[in-house]
């Protein structure tokens, strides 16, 4: 499962599947840590268009991307969240560790 991404000058964009389970954050959290390590991503942009759902597993995820991101001084947002998963990002807290626009 190939997730799609888009870099440009040391930002990296992540688009997020429609359904951010189990099975798929194991896929996107080994694909975007290899993106991660291959190019210099000072900005990480999480981009939920087309997301309609998202679990632990996605939650689990954009942690682990966000600290991998910010521990080399990078910077990390969520972008185009619908009323479902922007509730996911302020009950689970989120919210607090990354820009949500």
């Known amino acids: 499962m190939e997730h799609k991404y888009k870099k440009d000058y040391g930002c990296l964009i992540l688009r997020m599947p429609a359904e951010l389970d189990h099975h798929a954050a194991e896929?996107?959290?080994e694909?975007?840590?290899?993106l991660?390590?291959?190019y210099p991503v000072r900005s990480l942009v999480f981009d939920?268009?087309?997301t309609r759902f998202m679990d632990s597993s996605g939650i689990g995820v954009v942690i682990g991307r966000c600290?991998?991101?910010r521990f080399s001084g990078g910077y990390v947002k969520a972008v185009h969240l619908n009323q479902q998963i922007r509730r996911i990002f302020?009950?689970?807290g989120l919210r607090k560790i990354m820009e949500v626009e």
């Open 27 to 29: 896929f996107l959290k």
């Open 48 to 50: 939920f268009s087309d």
């Open 31 to 34: 694909e975007a840590d290899g």
């Open 36 to 38: 991660i390590m291959k």
């Open 67 to 69: 600290k991998n991101v």
């Open 90 to 92: 302020q009950l689970s």
